[in-house]
């Protein structure tokens, strides 16, 4: 047995093997081993291949034989079936089929998913049948959309993954339904119920292994019949494939922009059915939507020349010469102007508070930005009023000391502190700037810009910092043994960085020496390539977002225009009606002339003169 395996020279069977080592002897006994391992490895391939061409001449012979039954059994049916007609009924007759003389509806497999609304009881095609139909007709007919083509049943073998891949693979009537829409194997003919706009690209796919696109098609219906062949998208040759992600991105963006605006647009508030419902809904309409009615729209403007009255007269009180005194000479608020802005603070509380009482959802309103930036707004100039006493305004007393008494410093500092956090109280009224917003497209468009590009915001901040660091620190090291330099720490040096940086330029301090000069031209270079490269991702966020503000914007106004042109056309019909009703009253019988609408009179009337001829 030994040597039927390769034995023929067992080394343990010599003197000299148990005078070796214990290594040595794991070698010879290796080689012996892995020689007859290999020996055993060929001879269970042989035996496979053999196996493999015993079993392919057995499913020869079988199809054979299974062709000469056929053929046996279509000579019987022949003798016995009357003529022009044929037993479905009976599965010995299925290859009948292939007889193009005998075609009906019934020849055709549909598919579960297909439309068709027939639903016949005709017996299924077997496996047999099936093969020895693929075995008489090597080429098929493929009818896509009623488009047909005939192709080799090899060509489609070529990509065995994909559908019309694992059709020309599919041997049972399942299979094949589970990838066509219908089939004939009397006309043999598979059906897909597709557009045939893209089927020669995917043809042509299997015949030159090369997968283009056309321009004339939607990007996204040629995806989706890739999905539906079962072709992955990466097969694209170099030449479209850019082409096609590259439109493919634009409009899946351009698509979910216009849906997340149809579904702002759904969007309906819902003031319940109460009592103070409608005045609710006009209250809101009144402060949020200007373009609903004449009076919104006053209301608005008037909003935003308060806004920027406001603002004016604050810019205005910082003059020396506009500001007033107090009986202790310090400067205080221009009293005209401060009666300007009570004013503007009082329309601005009522209408806030006006705008709370018209919102649907109380607290969902004072969550709302805009909400938060009103009240910040507004809350500046009441907590002064609670929180500092008023200022006497007059002629210089003289006899007042000019300075605290050092008995009450503690009350001095708390007031000092006071006065302090009011001031920054003070300085949060420019905030009212932001109330215009509300009314300007191009304010929200710069905040939506802001909040969708905060990555590329992030790395140019992120670069500009290392800049700052990384040029600040060199500037620092270079220039720091120079006298009167003004680099003498490494926050002064990124001072001096972000100014070169972002091409500002205070010119308080500047480098000197050479290499600092270097430094400074490298670090102006850096600055112009870190602001170019992120800013027109930020620029196109904020074009883009601005047309459709635009886009939306005229929208409302064309859909207040079909308002308005629908309530013309109804008091139009109504005082038609009105007169048609006030004629048959007062005339009753039949007409002297044709009645006719507004419209139509008007129109003869113009082009006749009067209303005597009409025709």
Same mark, same amino acid.
């Given at each position: 047995?030994?040597?039927?395996?390769?034995?023929?020279?067992?080394?343990?069977?010599?003197?000299?093997?148990?005078?070796?080592?214990?290594?040595?002897?794991?070698?010879?006994?290796?080689?012996?081993?892995?020689?007859?391992?290999?020996?055993?490895?060929?001879?269970?391939?042989?035996?496979?291949?053999?196996?493999?061409?015993? %079993?392919? =001449?057995?499913?020869?012979? !079988? &199809?054979?034989? *299974?062709? @000469?039954? /056929?053929? $046996?059994?279509?000579?019987?049916?022949?003798?016995?079936?009357?003529?022009?007609?044929?037993?479905?009924?009976?599965?010995?007759?299925?290859?009948?089929?292939?007889?193009?003389?005998?075609?009906?509806?019934?020849?055709?497999?549909?598919?579960?998913?297909?439309?068709?609304?027939?639903?016949?009881?005709?017996?299924?095609?077997?496996?047999?049948?099936?093969?020895?139909?693929?075995?008489?007709?090597?080429?098929?007919?493929?009818?896509?959309?009623?488009?047909?083509?005939?192709?080799?049943?090899?060509?489609?073998?070529?990509?065995?993954?994909?559908?019309?891949?694992? %059709?020309? =693979?599919?041997?049972?009537? !399942? &299979?094949?339904? *589970?990838? @066509?829409? /219908?089939? $004939?194997l009397v006309n043999n003919e598979i059906y897909f119920d597709r557009d045939p706009a893209t089927?020669?690209?995917?043809?042509?796919?299997?015949?030159?292994?090369?997968?283009?696109?056309?321009?004339?098609?939607?990007?996204?219906?040629?995806?989706?019949?890739?999905?539906?062949?079962?072709?992955?998208?990466?097969?694209?040759?170099?030449?479209?494939?850019?082409?096609?992600?590259?439109?493919?991105?634009?409009?899946?963006?351009?698509?979910?922009?216009?849906?997340?605006?149809?579904?702002?647009?759904?969007?309906?508030?819902?003031?319940?059915?109460?009592?103070?419902?409608?005045?609710?809904?006009?209250?809101?309409?009144?402060?949020?939507?200007?373009?609903?009615?004449?009076?919104?729209?006053?209301?608005?403007?008037?909003?935003?020349?308060?806004?920027?009255?406001?603002?004016?007269?604050?810019?205005?009180?910082?003059?020396?010469?506009?500001?007033?005194?107090?009986?202790?000479?310090?400067?205080?608020?221009?009293?005209?102007?401060?009666f300007i802005e009570a004013i503007c603070i009082s329309y601005f509380t009522v209408e806030f508070?006006?705008?709370?009482?018209?919102?649907?959802?109380?607290?969902?309103?004072?969550?709302?930005?805009?909400?938060?930036?009103?009240?910040?707004?507004?809350?500046?100039?009441?907590?002064?009023?609670?929180?500092?006493?008023?200022?006497?305004?007059?002629?210089?007393?003289?006899?007042?000391?000019?300075?605290?008494?050092?008995?009450?410093?503690?009350?001095?500092?708390?007031?000092?502190?006071?006065?302090?956090?009011?001031?920054?109280?003070?300085?949060?009224?420019?905030?009212?700037?932001?109330?215009?917003?509300?009314?300007?497209?191009?304010?929200?468009?710069?905040?939506?810009?802001?909040?969708?590009?905060?990555?590329?915001?992030?790395?140019?901040?992120?670069?500009?910092?290392?800049?700052?660091?990384?040029?600040?620190?060199?500037?620092?090291?270079?220039?720091?043994?120079?006298?009167?330099?003004?680099?003498?720490?490494?926050?002064?040096?990124?001072?001096?960085?972000?100014?070169?940086?972002?091409?500002?330029?205070?010119?308080?301090?500047?480098?000197?020496?050479?290499?600092?000069?270097?430094?400074?031209?490298?670090?102006?270079?850096?600055?112009?390539?870190?602001?170019?490269?992120?800013?027109?991702?930020?620029?196109?966020?904020?074009?883009?977002?601005?047309?459709?503000?635009?886009?939306?914007?005229?929208?409302?106004?064309?859909?207040?225009?079909?308002?308005?042109?629908?309530?013309?056309?109804?008091?139009?019909?109504?005082?038609?009606?009105?007169?048609?009703?006030?004629?048959?009253?007062?005339?009753?019988?039949?007409?002297?002339?044709?009645?006719?609408?507004?419209?139509?009179?008007?129109?003869?009337?113009?082009?006749?003169?009067?209303?005597?001829?009409?025709?």
């Amino acid at each position: 047995m030994a040597r039927g395996l390769g034995l023929e020279e067992e080394p343990w069977r010599k003197k000299e093997f148990f005078e070796m080592s214990r290594r040595q002897q794991n070698v010879q006994i290796y080689e012996v081993l892995a020689n007859t391992l290999v020996t055993m490895t060929a001879g269970i391939e042989t035996s496979k291949r053999q196996l493999a061409e015993i %079993l392919k =001449r057995v499913e020869r012979l !079988e &199809d054979e034989q *299974n062709w @000469v039954k /056929a053929q $046996s059994n279509e000579t019987t049916i022949a003798y016995k079936s009357a003529p022009g007609t044929l037993d479905f009924a009976n599965p010995s007759s299925k290859l009948e089929e292939f007889n193009p003389k005998h075609k009906s509806a019934e020849d055709w497999q549909y598919s579960p998913r297909s439309s068709s609304p027939l639903n016949f009881a005709d017996a299924e095609p077997d496996m047999a049948t099936i093969a020895q139909h693929k075995i008489r007709n090597p080429k098929v007919i493929i009818n896509v959309g009623g488009l047909k083509h005939e192709v080799m049943w090899k060509l489609l073998e070529k990509k065995p993954l994909t559908r019309l891949g694992k %059709l020309a =693979r599919a041997r049972s009537h !399942e &299979d094949i339904l *589970n990838l @066509v829409d /219908a089939y $004939s194997l009397v006309n043999n003919e598979i059906y897909f119920d597709r557009d045939p706009a893209t089927f020669n690209c995917i043809l042509n796919f299997y015949r030159t292994n090369r997968l283009h696109m056309i321009d004339e098609v939607c990007i996204l219906g040629y995806a989706e019949d890739l999905q539906f062949w079962m072709i992955k998208e990466l097969n694209l040759e170099i030449c479209c494939i850019d082409k096609f992600n590259t439109r493919k991105e634009h409009i899946l963006a351009e698509v979910a922009k216009e849906t997340q605006t149809q579904g702002e647009e759904e969007v309906e508030e819902d003031f319940g059915d109460g009592y103070f419902a409608p005045y609710q809904k006009c209250l809101w309409d009144l402060f949020e939507k200007p373009q609903s009615s004449l009076p919104a729209k006053i209301l608005s403007l008037l909003s935003i020349t308060l806004v920027l009255i406001s603002l004016v007269a604050m810019c205005l009180n910082t003059f020396t010469w506009l500001q007033a005194q107090d009986v202790n000479g310090d400067p205080v608020d221009n009293p005209q102007l401060a009666f300007i802005e009570a004013i503007c603070i009082s329309y601005f509380t009522v209408e806030f508070l006006l705008r709370l009482a018209g919102a649907p959802k109380k607290l969902d309103f004072l969550k709302g930005t805009m909400n938060i930036v009103d009240c910040a707004a507004i809350a500046p100039y009441y907590l002064t009023l609670f929180f500092m006493p008023p200022a006497d305004i007059g002629p210089i007393d003289t006899s007042l000391p000019t300075g605290q008494p050092d008995t009450e410093p503690e009350e001095e500092s708390g007031f000092g502190n006071i006065g302090r956090v009011m001031q920054v109280f003070r300085i949060a009224r420019i905030m009212r700037i932001f109330k215009l917003a509300r009314r300007s497209v191009g304010l929200q468009s710069i905040a939506h810009t802001v909040k969708t590009s905060w990555k590329d915001l992030g790395l140019l901040f992120m670069l500009v910092g290392m800049g700052m660091l990384v040029f600040g620190s060199l500037a620092y090291y270079i220039e720091n043994g120079e006298e009167e330099t003004g680099f003498t720490s490494i926050p002064n040096g990124m001072w001096w960085a972000v100014q070169t940086l972002t091409s500002l330029g205070y010119g308080d301090f500047w480098p000197t020496t050479i290499l600092g000069k270097i430094i400074g031209s490298m670090c102006a270079v850096c600055g112009v390539l870190v602001m170019a490269l992120p800013i027109p991702i930020v620029v196109d966020n904020f074009a883009d977002y601005y047309s459709e503000q635009k886009k939306l914007e005229a929208k409302e106004l064309k859909k207040e225009a079909q308002a308005k042109q629908a309530m013309l056309d109804g008091t139009a019909e109504e005082a038609a009606n009105t007169a048609l009703i006030k004629t048959l009253a007062t005339k009753p019988g039949a007409f002297s002339t044709p009645p006719m609408s507004p419209h139509d009179g008007l129109s003869r009337e113009k082009i006749n003169g009067n209303f005597n001829h009409k025709f």
